[in-house]
């Protein structure tokens, strides 16, 4: 496994504006990041960002799939405890929140789900008591395996930003780009047919529940520019495959699995991954819960006019989940 990942460096007077930014979106809301006036706060924040924030925010342009975002730094003791669940967390480091809004804003339109941490569009990943072994954010005694952020979904994100509050065991995500594996034309070939359906995963109950017919969608495929990928093995029903489509699954695993990066997060990275490109997944990991305890914060990215999905995602079902912008389209 490889640990290199392309860096972009916030110099100071980017990151003293981003802090001026999200402290005067705060002072208008009160200490709380799911205000309703604030994300039409954020658009006009966003928009007024200088030339030089908006430069480290341009799309990923390596065939890594990915960029780490450093500068930004937390305040240990001022972001508190980390809380034992996404479900208490509550407006806990809302000026993060702020900040990523801001700088997701600066990247595309944020999305949020209904069916997911209560609409919010930052989600608070912490490990939680009783949840180790599940293939969520909220596990750690398991290897969270590589994944397409919700995979399940034709309107899933384009890019997903992770920003580390506190990780003092050094506890790795992992990502691996489709750009850098090796597959022959017959297996690319034989994996961008739609023979198995991506199922909802266990952060989404409401939509595992839903009764239509699963749609068989393709696990790569060729875009404009170059492959991409759609790829959640945990919540694919693998077994349902003809041997030679098994087969070839296995070897874009081992691929994969080949090419991973593991990318520890310190205080104050944002972690950027283009979501058609790169499978993320976590390593395994001892929970502390005893407030000390590594804690992410997630926002997930739509980039208006990106045509990088096939067009029969258009109609998918979604299994009954929308997905809210949070800007209305310009
Ligand atoms: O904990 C991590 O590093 C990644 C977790 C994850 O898959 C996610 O937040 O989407
Ligand atoms: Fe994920």
Same mark, same amino acid.
């Given at each position: 496994?490889?640990?290199?990942?392309?860096?972009?460096?916030?110099?100071?007077?980017?990151?003293?504006? =981003?802090?001026?930014?999200?402290?005067?979106?705060?002072?208008?809301?009160?200490?709380?990041?799911?205000?309703?006036?604030? $994300?039409a706060?954020?658009?006009?924040?966003a928009?007024?960002l200088?030339?030089?924030?908006?430069?480290?925010?341009?799309p990923?342009d390596?065939?890594?799939?990915l960029?780490? =975002?450093?500068?930004?730094?937390?305040?240990?003791?001022g972001?508190?405890?980390?809380?034992?669940?996404?479900?208490?967390?509550?407006?806990?480091?809302?000026?993060?929140d702020?900040?990523?809004?801001?700088?997701?804003?600066a990247?595309?339109?944020?999305i949020?789900?209904?069916?997911?941490?209560?609409?919010?569009f930052?989600?608070?990943?912490?490990?939680t008591?009783?949840?180790?072994?599940?293939?969520?954010?909220a596990?750690?005694?398991?290897?969270?395996?590589?994944?397409?952020?919700?995979?399940?979904?034709?309107?899933?994100?384009?890019?997903?930003?992770?920003?580390c509050?506190r990780?003092?065991?050094?506890?790795?995500?992992?990502?691996?780009?489709?750009r850098?594996?090796?597959?022959?034309?017959?297996?690319m070939?034989?994996?961008?047919?739609?023979?198995?359906?991506? $199922?909802?995963d266990?952060?989404?109950?409401?939509?595992?529940?839903?009764?239509?017919?699963?749609p068989?969608?393709p696990?790569?495929?060729r875009?404009?520019?170059?492959?991409?990928?759609?790829?959640d093995?945990?919540?694919?029903?693998?077994?349902e495959?003809?041997?030679?489509?098994?087969?070839?699954?296995?070897?874009?695993?081992?691929?994969?699995?080949?090419?991973?990066?593991?990318?520890?997060?310190?205080?104050?990275?944002?972690?950027v991954v283009?979501?058609?490109?790169?499978?993320?997944?976590?390593?395994?990991?001892?929970?502390?819960y005893?407030?000390t305890?590594?804690?992410?914060?997630?926002?997930?990215?739509?980039?208006?006019?990106?045509?990088?999905?096939?067009?029969?995602?258009?109609?998918?079902?979604?299994?009954?989940?929308?997905? $809210?912008?949070?800007?209305?389209?310009?």
């Amino acid at each position: 496994m490889s640990t290199a990942a392309p860096v972009r460096q916030l110099d100071p007077a980017s990151v003293a504006e =981003l802090r001026r930014s999200a402290a005067r979106v705060l002072d208008a809301f009160g200490s709380s990041a799911t205000h309703p006036g604030l $994300l039409a706060r954020i658009a006009r924040e966003a928009a007024a960002l200088s030339p030089a924030v908006r430069h480290q925010c341009r799309p990923v342009d390596t065939a890594h799939g990915l960029f780490v =975002l450093r500068g930004l730094e937390v305040d240990d003791a001022g972001i508190g405890p980390t809380p034992a669940s996404w479900a208490v967390a509550g407006d806990a480091a809302a000026e993060w929140d702020v900040v990523l809004l801001l700088l997701a804003t600066a990247m595309g339109n944020p999305i949020a789900w209904e069916g997911q941490q209560e609409g919010r569009f930052v989600h608070n990943i912490v490990p939680t008591a009783g949840r180790e072994q599940e293939q969520t954010g909220a596990s750690s005694d398991v290897l969270l395996s590589p994944h397409t952020e919700d995979a399940f979904h034709p309107g899933r994100a384009h890019l997903l930003m992770l920003c580390c509050m506190r990780n003092p065991d050094d506890i790795a995500t992992t990502a691996a780009s489709v750009r850098e594996v090796r597959l022959t034309d017959e297996d690319m070939d034989c994996l961008s047919r739609p023979v198995l359906p991506i $199922l909802p995963d266990d952060a989404y109950v409401e939509a595992q529940g839903f009764a239509g017919e699963p749609p068989k969608v393709p696990t790569v495929w060729r875009s404009e520019d170059g492959p991409t990928l759609r790829f959640d093995p945990a919540y694919t029903p693998l077994g349902e495959a003809p041997a030679a489509y098994r087969a070839a699954y296995h070897r874009l695993e081992g691929e994969l699995s080949r090419v991973s990066r593991a990318v520890s997060l310190r205080p104050g990275e944002v972690l950027v991954v283009d979501n058609d490109l790169v499978v993320h997944g976590r390593v395994p990991f001892t929970a502390r819960y005893d407030g000390t305890d590594r804690w992410l914060k997630r926002a997930s990215v739509r980039v208006p006019g990106r045509r990088s999905r096939p067009e029969a995602e258009a109609l998918e079902h979604g299994y009954g989940q929308a997905a $809210l912008e949070a800007h209305a389209a310009a």
